[in-house]
């Protein structure tokens, strides 16, 4: 926004486990949109069935398969709505696979015609911490997968 782009949001997360924390989640985003008067598009699927299927025997590549079926739903829905281009969030964290993100959003962009717009958000990490706190929103614990939460748990025993 301080490059001058129109910004809105778009929510679909399927890879998220489970259900109450996709809800939580989602909860936490339209809380912010109301507070902060930003627009956000909550899709209605819910689309785990094609998450699993995706990932199932091919675990070591469960973060590929994730973030293309979200970045490949976001540039469709940028397409139809006629953005300029999309983006993601996934590129603020400093847990996410930051080259592996670029590399599929990269991909789904030429596959669907519309531009993706790079930028390296992580240096905004610990602002995007702080807005959490202005407005009270839930923080998650792990990248919303039930891999990652297990992988977050299993040393634990």
Not at 72 to 86: N, S, W
Not at 122 to 132: Q, V
Request: hydrophobic share 30%; net charge positive; aromatic share 16%.
């Amino acid at each position: 926004m301080e490059e001058g782009h129109q910004v809105d949001g778009y929510f679909y997360n399927p890879n998220i486990q489970p259900f109450q924390e996709y809800l939580r989640r989602r909860e936490a985003v339209e809380k912010y949109s109301k507070q902060t008067g930003r627009r956000i598009i909550i899709s209605p699927r819910y689309d785990f069935e094609e998450f699993f299927r995706g990932v199932v025997f091919r675990e070591a590549n469960r973060c590929r398969h994730c973030y293309y079926q979200r970045l490949k739903q976001t540039a469709l829905v940028a397409r139809k709505g006629r953005y300029d281009a999309f983006t993601t969030t996934l590129l603020i964290s400093r847990h996410q696979k930051h080259g592996l993100a670029r590399e599929v959003a990269e991909e789904v962009a030429k596959e669907e015609g519309i531009d993706f717009l790079y930028r390296d958000f992580r240096p905004g990490w610990k602002e995007h911490w702080e807005l959490t706190e202005k407005y009270h929103l839930y923080k998650q614990q792990y990248c919303g997968c039930i891999y990652s939460e297990y992988e977050r748990f299993k040393n634990m025993e």
